[in-house]
């Protein structure tokens, strides 16, 4: 397991009003906004 510090960034932010509004609206959360945020903050750390 290895800890990553949560970065705040404007696609952080994106992704997060993004994943908000997927989930009032029960869809799925593999949205482009989301996964821009994760490869922002694991590039370099992990592959996934």
């Not at 510090?5 to 989301?34: F, H």
Given at each position: ?48
């Amino acid at each position: 397991m290895i800890r990553v510090r949560r970065i705040d960034t404007p696609k952080a932010r994106a992704a997060v009003r993004a994943l908000e509004v997927a989930k009032e609206n029960n869809r799925s959360y593999n949205i482009p906004e989301v996964n821009a945020a994760l490869t922002e903050m694991f590039k370099g750390i992990c592959q996934f």
